[in-house]
Every structure is written in structure tokens, then in C-alpha cells.
């Protein structure tokens, strides 16, 4: 066999530090999406359609602004949208299905990705987009000798911003904990004289403009293109199943092994990279079928 | 009871009529139609092996396309890298689909409901990418084309009575299977696990059957693929097909024998002739499912069978 | 001796349900555990039958060790279980919840072929004509009586022909009509099938006319095992249960 090429510990490093910025982006969008997995008890398979939008969007706000400053409008704006229209949806739609089971609530925000995936076609074509990283984050720092891309430096620490600011919310303030609690038991947070229904309300935008926040993210560094959100929602569920349901450090956990597996995957075997977090979530879910961390449900 | 017996009898009828006109069909419309019908018949019998394992035995098969899609390669690399006669191949493709299925089925099965189907998720993706990256193999994301056919099938016509004889004897055999012993307990160990074990039934090793047969059916239904299209692509290992696949169970109901052939026809009917007006088929489609999911949540058959005992109900009260 | 459980413990997150239980049953015996709410009887039920694994001691039938085996095994060996909760295929026909389970006894669960409706018929018309049930054969599950389907918990159990007979609570929840009639219907089946049947009860009267022998049950321990006026005079009984009344 020869896929074990001759890696350098600098080589091992850079490519650590590309897995684990990716790995941030699938933390966020997983934050998100255990969130409302846990909250809302809704396996939401159009989470990845909210991805692929806000990534669609950044690109539309960088190209319309124009430079650095389209950039980060776009990283404003985008994931706010899609928080506007996951308010909507949830409103007008998701709010009557609460008390369905969880297989039909699976298909019906399966048909839903499949709607979005049509209308992003509609809106935007078929075409490979692309968004410019901005003037700050072009070029790379060097580490360990070798060059990072700057962009990735900057996810790396936006990601654990973001944990921080989510864990602040979640244990915090009082809608956070209201929201663990209604996870728990929806029933006896009614009871208790809070509006359920707006608690859920809120967790399911929260929960979704991460998923925005997380393709707006992901903008610079990917092309931009229909069918992004077939790959990112597997990845996001396979994730949330190994860290646990509703559990966000057990997101951050599996999307870090998801990030870090996936780049060792393409030092010892760069054609079959994509097979390694696979691999590596099922000898977890073998493992510890509950998930790593301990589960809300 | 002579309104049950008039029913009976009905459907029997209806029945021969179908069969009679699906067989001389090729001779009535045009090549587009049979083609059109053939397809149907490939998705409805996966739809059929989703709905042994899923409906009759409640096992959450999240990712039961994979199966299908072993079953199609199998096949299509038989007969483009071997020489070996084609009927070998027609029988290797549900064999290896059944042993894939059985090996993922035995690492499943140790879960419950939604951890089974996610697991199964992970291990039906993980084959997916290994079919999606080699490309020397298996011809990576552009798949296989131009599979060479024995001449009998290698027309339109005769891949569609091959496909139409061979759905008729797989409903048949899985009619019995439903009906058998193990189609009952299976059905117990759905309705109550619990009470199965403690009557003596080895709910894991039922299931395991459960799915061995229907992964085995679905690798039929890859075969039957291949004949169609002569060719194969990952897209057949893909998640999203699976979850279409849940999708026409549920469309045509999951309760009912004959549902999952309903909600096939209709989502294929309507991505072909829709898909001629327009590209955006995919909406229509996912906005019917979501109507659908919204107001009917047994599927169409249930919902038109209740309406139907409904009104047996009604007219045996009058007389 | 058909059945010995020996100083049975389960802990549930550190609270000991079953402390130290003790219960033999011989064969052919009408055996029935009492105690107040809470005090272990149907957790030791579900460790007898396999639902739950004991954390220590030794459940012996028929002179092998069956404490942790999975429940379809347990029934294997011959023990048949009915539940106090109301546990059937609420879907299918009496009938048909009758026929898995003798499917499953004769070994032909997994036979793929055969119709099944025509198997077993016999079998099954037999154990709904002895419990009462046969005219209802055709009624489903799930819309029969509460007492209806406490019976029918008792004729799914007998499916598996098993020569020992867990019932949790058979009469709970009946008419005193139902009781009576159920009554009868246990005594019979220990009489003319020779069955032996252990099982558990709130209903005194139930428990003292038809119990040949009682094991008491407080907060996980057994009180005492003994005949129906042992029991009855036991001062430590008559202390935590029966003197209070109910």
C-alpha cells in the first residue's frame, strides 16, 4: 500500500489545524442543530437546507457590498435572514406538528429540504458561487514553520467564542435555562405558567441561525453550490447522535472527531478521506451507542 | 356476509383486468409509457422490500437504498468485469445485497429504533463513499455505464416483461412470507417487543430475518436497475434515496400490503411528467409531501381504505 | 422444588428494590407473593422472568441458574408470564395474539411459507375455549374490556405451555364478578393442566381462598413463606400490612 507517504510533524500539524477549523463549522451547525433536537424533539433534516441558504446569501451580500466590508455584512446579515425565515417556518408550520412522531416530522423536513433546495436552484442557479476571504484573512500565518491560511486561524477562534456565548446562553440567562428545562419536560414547564410555545419558538431561530452562521462561515473557503446541504446534514446528525443528543459539548465533541479524523483521512489515504469519520463514527456509536456525552432525552 | 364476498370478488376481477393490460401494454402506447411503467415497477418493489422490514417489522431502516444500490453495482460489475454468464449475475446481485445487508443488519440490530437508524446511516454512508471514491472500481461519482445485456433484454420491451415477471413473483413470494408464521410474529415483535420475548420469540434474530429478506429483495430490485438502465451511479447508495424511499411507504401507506406500490407510481409519475414541464419538480414534489405529512398522516391508501370501510359500514347498517 | 429464588438483590441508582428475597416454589403449587405497593413484588417478578438482571444471588428452575438470562429464553425453559399492566398486540385479533405465542412454543416462528391462519387453530380454539374467551376470537386486542384483556394476558401466557405461571396482578382493575370468575379460572388451570402458579395479588380475599401457600414482601425483603394461617397470625405481617387494613 502506498498511502503512507512520508509525513513531516509539520505537515501533521497543519493539517490538524485545517481539520479542526473545519471542525468548528461543524460544531456550529451541530450546535444548532442539537438545539433543536433536544428543545423541540424535531429531527430537522432542512437544518443543512439553512446552511446551504446562508451560505448562498453570504455570497449574495459580499458581491452586492463589494471587499472586506461585504464580507462581514455578509456574516451579519445572512445567518439574520435565515433566523428570519426559520421564524417564519416555524410559526406558520412546524408550531402545529409538535405533537407528531418523530418519524414524520423527519419526512416532513425532509420534503421541506428538498422545497429549499428547489427554490435555493430557483434563486440562484445551478452555478458554483464563491465568496472572497477579506483583505485581513487573505494569505497565511506561519505556524510551525509552515503557512496556515489566515481564514482558518479565525475559525479557530471564532468557534470557541461561539461555544463560550452558547454555553453563556443555555446556563446562564434565563431563556437558556427555561429551554433546558422545557428539553427535560415540555409538560411541566407549561404548567408552570411559561408560554412553551415561545420558548420553542425562540430555541428553534437560535437553533437555526447557527446553521446560517455556519454556512455564511463556510463561504470562503468552499464552493458554493446545491448539494452542500445533502453533505453538511448527515455530518451534522452523525455528530448529535455521537455526543450526545441535545448535549452541546457533545457536538463540539463529535465534530471534533469528525474534523480531526477527516484530516488524518487525507494524510494516510487522501482518496478515501471522506471514509474516516465515517469509520469513526461507528466504532463510537459501537462503542457507546448513547452517544459520548450524556443525552437530554 | 354478502357485501365482504361482492368486494372479494371485485378486487379478484380488477386484479386479472390489470395484469392483463400491464402485459399487453408495450403493444397499446409508446416506448416512453412502457419505459416510464417499467421504472415504476423497479422503485415499487423497493418501496415493497422497505416495508417488509419498516412496516411489518418496525425496524427504523433509515438507510435501506444502500442495499439496492450494492445489489445494482453487483450486478454491473459482474457483467462489465467478468465474463461470466449474465444469469449468474442476476442471481449474485440480492445474494451480495443480502450479505451486506445481513453484516449491517447484525451491527445494528443491537440498537433501538432511532440509534439503529442512525447507525445504519453511518454504515450505509461509509459504503457509499467507498463506492463514491473508487474510481478505478467502481467508476467513482461517474458510475458504470453501457452494461452489456443478454440479447432477450437488451430491448425495451423485453427488459419490461423481464422486470413486470419478476415483480409478480416477488409479491407473491413476499404475500406469503407476510402471511406466514414468521410475517405474524414478525408484526408482534413491531406491535409489542416485549410481550414477544416473553413468549419465547428472539426479537433480534426475527428482525435480522426481517431484514436479510428485505435487503435481499432490494438487491432484486438493483437488478432489475441494471436491466433498465444499463448503467449505475452512487446516487443509488444515497441517503436521500432512502429517505424517498421511506417517503412512498408512507405516501401509499405503511400499514397496507399493496401502499408502498401506490406511493412508488405517484412519486415517479410525478417526477417524469412533471419533470417535463418544469425543473423544479423536486418542489412540487416536497410540497405535496409536506400537505400530504400536514393532513394525512396514515398515507393515501389508509386514508382511502377508512373512507371505504366507512362506507361498507354504513350500507351493511342499512340492510 | 420448581422454582428458588435465593437472596435476590437489584439496585435501581444506588435504592435497593429487591433486598435479599427468598421464595421457593414446588411443583404443582398455587403460590402467592403479597405485600404493600412498593415493596419489590413485581420488580422480583420481572427478575424472575428475565426483564431485569439480579445484582446478586441465584434464581434456580428446575434446578438450573436462570437469573440473567434474556426473557425469551426464560419462557423457553417454561416459565409463562402475564403482566400487571396490560401488555398484548393490541392490533391483532384475540386470536392472533393467542397463535404468536404457540407459534413461537411449537418453533415455527420463523417459518416463511405455511399460512399462517391455518396453523396452530386448534391449539389456540383450546386455550381461548378454557379461559372463556372463545366467542370473542374475532374481537381485537386493544377494544376488548379491561377484564377481557386481563384474561387474555392469561391465554397468551399459556400459549408457550409453560409449567410455571407468572401472574402479576390478575385480577386487578376487574368487576367482583370478573374476580370470581377469574378466580375459578386459576384454580382450574393448576388442577386440570397441572400447572404450577405463582402469583401476585391485592386482593386478600383472592390471595387467602385460593393460595396454598404466601410469601410476604416489605420494602424488598421476604417476611415470611409459609401457609395462609401462618401468615395470617404472623405478628410482623399483621404489623406491615395486614393490620392496617389495605
Known amino acids: 500500500m502506498h498511502f503512507l507517504p512520508d509525513i513531516g510533524l509539520a505537515t501533521l500539524g497543519i493539517q490538524l489545524l485545517v481539520g479542526l477549523s473545519r471542525a468548528m463549522i461543524l460544531f456550529i451547525v451541530s450546535a444548532g442543530m442539537s438545539l433543536i433536537l433536544g428543545v423541540l424533539r424535531i429531527p430537522n433534516v432542512a437544518h443543512g437546507s439553512l446552511y446551504m441558504i446562508g451560505a448562498f446569501l453570504a455570497f449574495s451580500v459580499a458581491s452586492f457590498f463589494g471587499g472586506s466590508t461585504g464580507f462581514w455584512l455578509a456574516l451579519i446579515l445572512a445567518p439574520l435572514a435565515v433566523a428570519l425565515i426559520s421564524l417564519i417556518a416555524e410559526r406558520g408550520i412546524f408550531c402545529h406538528l409538535y405533537e407528531r412522531e418523530h418519524l414524520m416530522l423527519l419526512l416532513f423536513t425532509f420534503s421541506l429540504m428538498l422545497v429549499f433546495g428547489d427554490l435555493v436552484k430557483l434563486t440562484w442557479g445551478g452555478a458554483f458561487r464563491s465568496v472572497t476571504v477579506p483583505s485581513i484573512f487573505s494569505g497565511s500565518l506561519p505556524v510551525f514553520g509552515l503557512p496556515v491560511p489566515r481564514y482558518n486561524l479565525f475559525l479557530l477562534v471564532i468557534g470557541p467564542i461561539i461555544a463560550i456565548g452558547l454555553w453563556l446562553l443555555m446556563s446562564k440567562t434565563r431563556i437558556g435555562k427555561i429551554s433546558r428545562a422545557a428539553a427535560v419536560d415540555r409538560e411541566m414547564v407549561g404548567a408552570v405558567g411559561i408560554n412553551v410555545s415561545w420558548v420553542f419558538a425562540i430555541a428553534f431561530v437560535i437553533g437555526c441561525y447557527l446553521a446560517g452562521l455556519g454556512g455564511a462561515l463556510v463561504a470562503p473557503t468552499v464552493n458554493i453550490a446545491l448539494g452542500m446541504d445533502h453533505t453538511i446534514i448527515i455530518e451534522a446528525f452523525l455528530i448529535v447522535i455521537i455526543g450526545g443528543l441535545g448535549n452541546m459539548w457533545g457536538a463540539l465533541c463529535g465534530a471534533l472527531i469528525f474534523g480531526v479524523t477527516q484530516s488524518f483521512g487525507v494524510l494516510l489515504w487522501p482518496q478515501f478521506a471522506i471514509v474516516f469519520p465515517y469509520a469513526a463514527v461507528i466504532i463510537v456509536l459501537l462503542l457507546r451507542p448513547s452517544g459520548l456525552l450524556k443525552s437530554v432525552w | 356476509m354478502p357485501k365482504k364476498w361482492i368486494i372479494n370478488l371485485r378486487s379478484f376481477w380488477w386484479q386479472i383486468a390489470i395484469l392483463v393490460v400491464l402485459f399487453i401494454l408495450p403493444f397499446i402506447v409508446s416506448s416512453f409509457y412502457v419505459y416510464v411503467l417499467a421504472l415504476i415497477f423497479v422503485t415499487a418493489l423497493l418501496a415493497m422490500s422497505l416495508n417488509l422490514v419498516l412496516g411489518y417489522g418496525g425496524v427504523y431502516q433509515f438507510h435501506h437504498a444502500v442495499f439496492y444500490g450494492v445489489g445494482a453495482y453487483a450486478v454491473a460489475l459482474m457483467l462489465t468485469k467478468t465474463s461470466l454468464p449474465a444469469w449468474i449475475g442476476f442471481i449474485a446481485g440480492p445474494i451480495v445485497a443480502a450479505i451486506v445487508g445481513l453484516l449491517i443488519g447484525w451491527l445494528c440490530v443491537r440498537l433501538t429504533r432511532l440509534y439503529f437508524g442512525m447507525l445504519q446511516i453511518a454504515l450505509g454512508s461509509l459504503v457509499w463513499a467507498i463506492v463514491f471514491r473508487w474510481y478505478n472500481f467502481t467508476g467513482g461519482d461517474n458510475g458504470i455505464c453501457g452494461i452489456p445485456l443478454p440479447s432477450l433484454l437488451s430491448s425495451l420491451n423485453g427488459a419490461y416483461y423481464f422486470i413486470l415477471i419478476i415483480l409478480l413473483i416477488c409479491l407473491i413470494v413476499m404475500y406469503l412470507i407476510v402471511n406466514s408464521p414468521f410475517g405474524s410474529t414478525l408484526q408482534a415483535t413491531r406491535d409489542n417487543p416485549g410481550r414477544c420475548a416473553a413468549v419465547g420469540v428472539n426479537v433480534r434474530r426475527h428482525q435480522l430475518i426481517g431484514i436479510i429478506i428485505a435487503t435481499f429483495f432490494a438487491g432484486v430490485a438493483g437488478v432489475l436497475f441494471v436491466v433498465l438502465e444499463r448503467s449505475v451511479f452512487p446516487d443509488l447508495l444515497f441517503w436521500v434515496l432512502s429517505l424517498e424511499i421511506l417517503i412512498m411507504c408512507l405516501l401509499g401507506g405503511w400499514f397496507t400490503f399493496m401502499g408502498p406500490v401506490l406511493g412508488a407510481a405517484i412519486t415517479v409519475a410525478l417526477r417524469t411528467f412533471v419533470g417535463i414541464y418544469t425543473e423544479y419538480w423536486t418542489l412540487i414534489l416536497g410540497v405535496m409531501l409536506m400537505l400530504l405529512i400536514f393532513f394525512l398522516p396514515q398515507g393515501l391508501v389508509g386514508y382511502l381504505q377508512e373512507k371505504f370501510r366507512r362506507r361498507i359500514k354504513v350500507s351493511t347498517k342499512r340492510t | ?246
Not at chain 3, 415493596?39 to 417478578?45: E, P, Q, S
Not at chain 3, 446478586?56 to 409463562?80: H, N, S, T, V
Open chain 3, 1 to 246: 422444588m420448581m422454582l428458588q429464588v435465593d437472596s435476590v438483590d437489584k439496585y435501581f441508582d444506588g435504592f435497593k428494590a429487591v433486598n435479599g428475597a427468598e421464595l421457593t416454589v414446588e411443583k404443582g403449587e398455587l403460590v402467592a407473593v403479597i405485600g404493600p405497593n412498593g415493596a419489590g413484588k413485581t420488580t422480583l417478578f420481572n427478575l424472575i422472568t428475565g426483564q431485569l438482571k439480579p445484582d446478586k444471588g441465584r434464581i434456580i428452575f428446575k434446578g438450573e441458574d436462570i437469573a440473567g438470562l434474556p426473557p425469551y429464553q426464560i419462557c423457553k425453559k417454561g416459565i409463562g408470564r402475564s403482566f400487571q399492566i396490560v401488555n398484548l398486540f393490541p392490533r391483532l385479533t384475540v386470536l392472533e395474539n393467542v397463535r404468536v405465542a404457540i407459534l413461537s412454543q411449537q418453533g415455527k416462528s420463523t417459518n416463511l411459507f405455511s399460512p399462517a391462519r391455518n396453523l396452530a387453530t386448534d391449539e389456540t380454539i383450546n386455550i381461548l375455549k378454557s379461559v372463556g374467551l372463545l366467542d370473542k376470537a374475532e374481537a381485537t386486542g386493544g377494544a376488548l374490556s379491561h377484564g377481557d384483556q386481563k384474561v387474555l394476558e392469561i391465554a397468551t401466557a399459556l400459549g408457550s405451555e409453560p409449567e410455571l405461571l407468572i401472574l402479576d396482578e390478575p385480577t386487578a382493575g376487574m368487576s367482583p364478578e370478573e374476580t370470581l370468575a377469574t378466580m375459578e379460572l386459576i384454580k382450574q388451570l393448576a388442577s386440570t393442566r397441572g400447572l404450577t402458579i405463582l402469583f401476585c395479588e391485592h386482593d386478600m380475599q383472592v390471595v387467602f381462598s385460593i393460595a396454598q401457600k404466601i410469601m410476604v414482601m416489605h420494602q424488598g425483603r421476604t417476611l415470611i413463606q409459609g401457609k395462609p394461617d401462618e401468615v395470617r397470625s404472623n405478628k410482623e405481617v399483621q404489623d406491615a400490612y395486614l393490620g392496617g387494613g389495605e
